[in-house]
């Protein structure tokens, strides 16, 4: 079965600092990986995606996240946080389950952004 | 056109009763996806419908969970004899095809006293 170990459950950063958020998942085979972003009182959007192809993926927002296979992870990045990225993300996995996807969440990272 | 919706936004329910949450689809998405997220985690699977059967419920944790489809586009998700366990926000999501990528709804929050 798959699964996604987020590292970082609380995070707090003043604005413009650099953003890794780590996240490691257990699969042995063909993978997408997605980083979903919730901000507060909002649904949960789709920040980026890897499905195949380069590894270095960019997203919305300017985050961007690597995927690096030897290591099972996908950690994602930006190189200078706002404060409106105050929200919470969530990295997921999601494995061809027979002709159609089963995403499997990690357990998310709040992110706290100070003026 | 609109996304994925889901009704109602909350609901509040007595230990013991009965429960239905809907959700409705981007129109034309022929899988549906049901989630729960558990305060502090990340959501979990449900079931998955391909059109009117669910194709794979192995996510439904006990018998008091059932979920229908009956045509194929709008979802019922039913809870009977809800516990206070039972509280969480149940997302929906869909996609066009079973492969693609899937957008989600706002979610309902079930909270059981």
Same mark, same amino acid.
């Given at each position: ?17 650099? /953003? ?8 042995? $085979?063909?993978?997408? /990986? ?9 649904? /949960?959007?789709?920040?980026? #995606?890897?499905?195949? $192809?380069?590894? /270095? ?13 030897? #290591? ?26 027979? $002709?159609?996807? #089963? ?13 | ?14 230990? !013991? ?89 706002? !979610? ?6």
């Amino acid at each position: 079965a798959q699964s996604v170990s987020q590292h970082n459950h609380h995070v707090i950063l003043s604005e413009a600092a650099s /953003l890794e958020l780590g996240c490691n998942y257990s699969y042995g $085979g063909t993978v997408n /990986l997605f980083w979903y972003v919730q901000y507060p009182g909002q649904h /949960l959007q789709l920040l980026l #995606k890897y499905f195949s $192809g380069d590894p /270095l993926v960019k997203g919305i927002k300017g985050f961007e996240a690597e995927f690096i296979k030897s #290591k099972f992870s996908f950690n994602l990045r930006k190189p200078s946080v706002q404060w409106s990225d105050t929200a919470e993300y969530f990295c997921a996995v999601n494995a061809d389950s027979g $002709g159609y996807q #089963k995403v499997t969440f990690g357990t998310g990272t709040k992110l706290q952004v100070i003026p | 056109g609109a996304g994925v919706s889901q009704t109602p936004s909350n609901k509040v329910t007595e230990k !013991g009763k009965y429960v239905e949450l809907r959700c409705d689809p981007i129109s034309g998405h022929t899988a549906l996806y049901w989630y729960r997220q558990s305060l502090g985690q990340g959501p979990e699977f449900l079931i998955y419908f391909q059109g009117t059967g669910a194709a794979d419920d192995s996510g439904l944790p006990n018998d008091r969970f059932f979920a229908v489809r009956p045509e194929g586009s709008v979802s019922t998700l039913k809870i009977q004899r809800t516990e206070r366990g039972d509280s969480a926000v149940y997302l929906c999501a869909s996609s066009p095809a079973p492969t693609s990528l899937q957008f989600f709804g706002p !979610g309902t929050r079930l909270t059981v006293l």
